[in-house]
């Protein structure tokens, strides 16, 4: 009988021992894995089209964006993205034009680098669309496929927050822009952001 109660006594002490092995296993996972951020802050983007022609070529001074990313393991993640920039004035690319609006959404899967100071690289895809105003009067909007590869790094200022710098490529598919030489297609812009960051758990 005491060697059933000495056997029943071990195995409890393994089960118990096993139990905690795997909730302290969890737990280092749980902290490998990247947090739950959202970030949002000023962007610039630098517009081109033509294939480089200097009458195509502007700059957006007022931006801002959205985007949120949470773990999926150790150095891999999702990432989802919302922003918008602005000009009104004269552009080089259309005299006609004096006021262009972009708007950009996308998803995608981010690698990061665990450390204090955390750099990261992007993949998404998603729509790009534009709002013009030519001669007074709103032209159609028109939208098109984008994909958008870059990077950046966050720098942590407190438990919770940050600091964010980056910069991104993107590569608007459209068929057509407006008139004038720009009609070859495509929307290749240069995005830099600066922003905080908020870490949600």
């Given at each position: 009988?005491?060697n059933i109660?000495?056997?029943?006594t ?14 302290a ?21 630098r ?7 200097a ?5 957006l ?15 891999f993640?999702?990432?989802g993205?919302f ?10 690319f259309?005299?006609?034009v ?26 998404l ?5 534009r ?15 984008m ?11 407190g438990?919770?927050w940050?600091?964010?710098?980056g ?20 929307m290749?812009?240069v ?9 949600l758990?």
């Amino acid at each position: 009988m005491s060697n059933i109660k000495q056997l029943a006594t071990d195995m409890w002490m393994v089960a118990v021992a096993g139990v905690l092995t795997v909730l302290a296993s969890s737990s280092v996972h749980t902290q490998e894995v990247p947090k739950t951020d959202v970030a949002f802050g000023y962007q610039w983007q630098r517009v081109s089209r033509c294939g480089g022609m200097a009458l195509c070529k502007d700059s957006l001074p007022a931006g801002w964006y959205l985007d949120a990313s949470g773990g999926i393991s150790r150095m891999f993640g999702w990432v989802g993205l919302f922003d918008g920039s602005y000009k009104s004035g004269a552009f080089g690319f259309n005299p006609g034009v004096s006021k262009l609006n972009i708007y950009t959404y996308g998803v995608g899967v981010r690698v990061s680098a665990t450390s204090t100071v955390t750099p990261f690289a992007q993949f998404l895809v998603g729509g790009i669309r534009r709002e013009l105003t030519i001669l007074g009067s709103a032209a159609p909007d028109t939208a098109a496929f984008m994909i958008d590869i870059g990077g950046g790094v966050n720098i942590p200022a407190g438990t919770r927050w940050g600091m964010r710098i980056g910069i991104d490529y993107r590569r608007g598919f459209f068929e057509k822009l407006e008139l004038g030489p720009e009609n070859l297609g495509g929307m290749n812009n240069v995005r830099v952001n600066l922003g905080a960051v908020v870490s949600l758990n």
